[in-house]
């Protein structure tokens, strides 16, 4: 966790995605930030929620733990889970270039994430943890 931040920690299920929504979005608003950085928290977010929810854990859930702040000049998020391990920016770069009927399923959610963080984003595993941090500059009208 960022020591000072606000925290929450709420089950790896789809049906929490709103709880965490509303917990980043006071985050963001209280962080200063602008409606359409608040979306970027917010879609980035979702996809890295939710990608926890379908892969880090088997059939016993588990927990999310979320940080968020604003150090810096950035909002700082910080996702952690329990899962299996998985670097999310190992992942292959997709092929974007096909129409999305021939497209291969998978891999849009991370690319998805670092162009709106700007590349802003890390990983590193610790203490058996998942830890995804990303982050957006607030106030000065860029990520």
Same mark, same amino acid.
């Given at each position: ?5 606000? !925290? ?20 963001? !608003? *209280? #962080?200063?930030?602008? *409606? #359409? ?6 879609? &980035? *977010?979702?996809? *890295?929620?939710?990608?926890?929810? &379908? ?7 588990? @927990?999310? #733990?979320? #940080? ?8 700082? +998020?910080?996702?952690? @889970?329990?899962? +299996?391990?998985? !670097?999310?920016?190992?992942?292959? +770069?997709? @092929?974007?270039?096909?129409?999305? @009927? $021939? ?18 984003? &890390?990983?590193? /595993?610790?203490?058996? /943890? ?11 009208? $860029?990520?």
């Amino acid at each position: 966790m960022i020591s000072g931040f606000s !925290d929450i920690r709420i089950p790896a299920e789809p049906e929490n995605l709103a709880r965490l929504t509303a917990f980043l979005g006071a985050c963001a !608003d *209280a #962080s200063g930030c602008d *409606a #359409s950085l608040k979306n970027n928290v917010l879609l &980035s *977010a979702e996809e *890295a929620f939710i990608n926890i929810c &379908s892969y880090a854990y088997s059939a016993e859930r588990g @927990d999310v #733990s979320v #940080s968020c702040g604003l150090r810096d000049g950035q909002l700082v +998020v910080e996702m952690t @889970d329990e899962g +299996v391990p998985f !670097d999310p920016l190992s992942a292959p +770069v997709p @092929d974007i270039s096909p129409g999305l @009927d $021939e497209r291969t399923p998978g891999g849009l959610g991370i690319h998805f994430i670092k162009k709106l963080t700007e590349g802003c984003i &890390s990983y590193r /595993r610790e203490n058996r /943890r998942n830890i995804l941090r990303f982050c957006f500059r607030c106030g000065s009208g $860029e990520n």
